[in-house]
């Protein structure tokens, strides 16, 4: 069997059935469907000589090439799909539901799978993508807080309590600042965090409040769709505050399992903002191994970046809850009750 479906019939399948993307493997890099499973029918290489043929040539002779190329290789896509799919059943596409999958598809129908292609293919997915970032959004709360608040914390809590989450950091393997990338390993490709976005948008039940926190619109080298961002700073903020010398305490323990020359690197990255004084003394500060006062050092700089950003938002948005930080749980529920008495939100 081998029926081409819609994007909405490809994605209630595959919530059952594995997802296997034929294209090559930088294609899938770039970007590919959440949970899809690589299986090229062309590689890197093979694809640019199909390519030069096609453009050289034409398609017929680039057909030609593409078989010559990968028919040795079609019991090795059967013993692999096997592994993927062991009750052979699968969902496939390419970039646009060309001949790549239609030759998939009929190698593994002839092997007794069960396949079903994307209509579009990959291209159809982005063009999705991309619509459900236009899609207004009402229902956004920002939980907001200066740098060492514990922002990750809270959501985190927050979803464990059954609340409707969105961590944009997470998703983009980034914590937002010039010390973002430690201990966060596999950053994706800006399009692929549009594709992870983008089922995680488009599922946001309009009926519930949806946690967001506070982000400049670039998370290290991601940059948030503009239309997202557009309503996250026109969103509410809830702003968590809590004592300094509680988030100093945090950020030490935080930062005191990274190596010091990590540490050193991510310092010189502000060094223009930060002026040759307090890069100097920052240095100094790590070098003899006083994390306090590195810690101090860099919350100026931040706190002063923080507020300027907090400064470009409607003042009526913002409010403020402080919380003690002694239990995570205790601190997330006096969150919510304070929404709740404010009539923030939904209604």
């Not at 069960?114 to 899609?135: A, C, N, P, S």
């Not at 609340?163 to 914590?175: M, P």
């Not at 930080?325 to 919510?336: G, P």
Request: proline residues 3%.
């Amino acid at each position: 069997m081998n029926a081409a479906l819609g994007l909405d019939d490809f994605f209630i399948k595959a919530k059952s059935l594995a997802v296997i993307d034929v294209r090559s493997p930088a294609e899938f890099i770039q970007g590919h469907i959440p949970d899809a499973i690589n299986l090229p029918l062309l590689n890197n290489e093979q694809r640019t000589i199909v390519g030069t043929v096609y453009n050289n040539n034409g398609s017929e002779k680039a057909v030609i090439k593409g078989y010559e190329l990968v028919g040795p290789l079609f019991s090795n896509f059967i013993v692999e799909a096997k592994k993927i799919a062991p009750d052979k059943k699968v969902l496939i596409h390419c970039w646009r539901g060309g001949l790549r999958s239609r030759i998939m598809a009929w190698v593994l129908n002839s092997a007794g799978f069960e396949v079903h292609t994307l209509m579009g293919g990959y291209k159809t997915f982005r063009h999705w993508t991309l619509e459900t970032f236009i899609q207004p959004k009402e229902n956004i709360i920002i939980l907001g807080g200066m740098t060492g608040s514990g922002k990750t914390d809270y959501l985190f809590e927050l979803k464990k309590m059954g609340e409707q989450v969105i961590d944009l950091e997470n998703l983009a393997h980034h914590k937002g600042s010039a010390f973002g990338s430690l201990g966060m390993v596999g950053a994706p490709t800006n399009e692929q965090f549009e594709n992870e976005l983008s089922l995680q948008w488009a599922a946001i039940n309009p009926d519930k409040i949806v946690w967001m926190e506070d982000e400049s619109q670039n998370i290290g080298k991601i940059k948030i769709p503009d239309s997202v961002y557009k309503m996250m700073r026109l969103a509410q903020v809830v702003k968590v505050v809590i004592p300094f010398d509680i988030r100093v305490k945090r950020l030490v323990g935080d930062y005191t399992k990274f190596p010091k020359e990590d540490l050193k690197d991510g310092t010189m990255k502000i060094a223009k903002r930060l002026g040759n004084l307090r890069l100097n003394q920052s240095l100094e500060y790590l070098e003899n191994g006083d994390m306090e006062n590195w810690v101090k050092m860099m919350l100026e700089y931040y706190d002063k970046a923080y507020n300027h950003g907090l400064s470009q938002r409607d003042a009526d948005t913002i409010l403020e809850i402080e919380v003690s930080s002694k239990n995570l749980k205790d601190d997330t529920m006096q969150i919510l009750d304070f929404i709740k008495q404010e009539k923030i939100g939904l209604g």
